[in-house]
């Protein structure tokens, strides 16, 4: 018998008074997730906190140790409310330090945009024991402190970071995707997607329903490892659902 697969999981922490206030919505769960899965990797986990010291020291020491990776999005700025480093410090238990790396990037960033000012120095202030992460967008570079990754939380700089470290974490098989679609209401399938997925050992099936042109209708997402057994688990959904009276709609709706 041959030994299960290794799966290698992550998870995020959102850091915001304005993601919690609604201020501000969140885009990086999803661009994190997409990312992950292309490392082989699945974003399992998602706790949104506020900028509350307790709390992210907390919720960091919780997710650290439960899971191969751990990302922090957000509180990394230059404003006094920015405390995201100072907390993980204090959850490792280390010393904030200025890393002359990052000093040595923001000051050549500012040197035209009014000089490097101690607001602007705290972005150069990481845990002790900590590598940089390549931001390609502006001067701040995230932080990387074990299997701890504390990036920007604008969306766009985020993407950035991911970018440098594509292919730089260890991981699985990359998580492979389908999606079909049909107009019929979830419940009136539900024993039917639970059978095929249970004959589809390393597949799952996600039901996404929704209310269009007044019919309810549903995009099912087959998801696996394993490219010949993602096929053959929408081949037979898609069977199933057909011999149902259900016409299907490669792609989705």
Request: one cysteine or more; proline letters at 4%; glycine letters at 12%.
């Amino acid at each position: 018998m041959l030994a299960p697969e290794r799966i290698w999981t992550a998870a995020l922490i959102v850091i915001g008074d304005e993601i919690l206030s609604g201020r501000t919505q969140d885009r990086n769960v999803a661009q994190l997730a997409s990312w992950l899965n292309v490392q082989g990797i699945r974003l399992v986990e998602v706790r949104v906190v506020g900028d509350d010291s307790d709390a992210i020291v907390e919720a960091v020491n919780a997710l650290r140790v439960r899971h191969d990776y751990l990302f922090t999005t957000g509180g990394i700025g230059p404003t006094h409310d920015d405390i995201t480093v100072d907390a993980i410090a204090r959850a490792l238990a280390v010393d904030v330090e200025i890393d002359p790396q990052a000093r040595a990037m923001l000051s050549g960033y500012y040197e035209a945009r009014g000089g490097l000012t101690e607001a602007r120095l705290r972005m150069a202030r990481v845990p002790a024991g900590a590598s940089l992460i390549e931001n390609r967008m502006s001067g701040a570079p995230g932080i990387r402190h074990g299997n701890i990754f504390i990036m920007a939380g604008v969306p766009h700089i985020t993407a950035g970071m991911l970018d440098s470290l594509t292919g730089t974490l260890e991981g699985g098989h990359p998580v492979l995707s389908a999606q079909v679609g049909c107009w019929v209401a979830e419940s009136e399938i539900a024993d039917l997607l639970a059978a095929v997925e249970r004959a589809h050992e390393g597949c799952q099936i996600g039901s996404y329903p929704f209310f269009r042109e007044g019919k309810t209708g549903a995009n099912f997402v087959v998801r696996s490892t394993d490219l010949q057994a993602m096929e053959g688990c929408v081949a037979d959904l898609s069977a199933a659902l057909e011999n149902g009276g259900w016409p299907v709609f490669p792609g989705g709706i």
